[in-house]
């Protein structure tokens, strides 16, 4: 069986000022020269700043981050399976009916999900989300992972991103009425410590590059970049 990278790509906030947009652009090379790769667009690819928001100042930020992420986006085009939206890009969603990721997903001439959406590589079953809820401690992380599991049971892959947690659980299960490894993907942030964080006294965030290599089964990748 021929073996498929699956890359999930979320919370990069690239209109944030704090986004690592140095190293967002290494991802996107080291996607670009991998032959086995696909991509899913996990949402909060854009920053989105609003008036009176907790996580970001409205007159912070890049003003033209759409362009910009089509421009970043655009030599992995063909990799890319779809998008998802997050809830940054539902600030301006549920004020105007339109959805940045929706036109970033135009402009690559991907698919656009929604909120969620259910592929199948290699006979895997994947379900994605971009995540919801908070949390601190790595234990709310994979609380909000295993509930996508009462969304959709038979998965073999849950992906999620939103806490800016990189993580990676996996269990034994029934699906679809035999033993199954059911696993758990938490997504990295590309945000390093952005203000909010400081203020919050939280600590800075790590970056990965993540993947999954799914072939007969699925083996969970990462590393510095």
Not at 89 to 102: S, T
Not at 166 to 173: D, E, H, K, L
Request: proline share 5%.
């Amino acid at each position: 069986m021929p073996r498929v990278r699956l890359y999930a790509i979320g919370d990069v906030h690239i209109g944030s000022l704090s986004c690592d947009v140095q190293k967002f652009r290494k991802l996107v090379q080291a996607i670009q020269s991998d032959k086995e790769a696909r991509v899913l667009l996990l949402g909060d690819i854009f920053e989105v700043a609003e008036n009176g928001g907790k996580t970001s100042d409205p007159f912070d930020v890049r003003p033209n981050e759409l362009e910009l992420a089509v421009d970043i986006l655009s030599p992995i085009r063909r990799k890319v399976i779809g998008g998802i939206t997050g809830n940054h890009e539902m600030r301006i969603l549920r004020r105007f009916n339109w959805d940045p990721c929706k036109i970033l997903c135009e402009s690559l001439g991907v698919q656009y999900f929604g909120q969620m959406t259910e592929i199948v590589l290699n006979t895997h079953r994947i379900f994605a989300h971009h995540g919801a809820g908070g949390g601190r401690l790595l234990g709310a992380h994979l609380n909000a992972l295993w509930r996508l599991a009462e969304i959709c049971r038979d998965a073999d892959l849950y992906i999620c991103g939103h806490l800016h947690t990189p993580c990676f659980a996996s269990r034994t299960a029934i699906i679809r009425g035999e033993p199954r490894q059911q696993c758990f993907w938490g997504v990295s942030s590309w945000l390093p410590w952005p203000e909010y964080a400081k203020a919050k006294a939280l600590p800075p965030g790590s970056i990965f590059l993540q993947y999954v290599e799914i072939g007969a089964g699925i083996a969970y990748h990462q590393m510095p970049i």
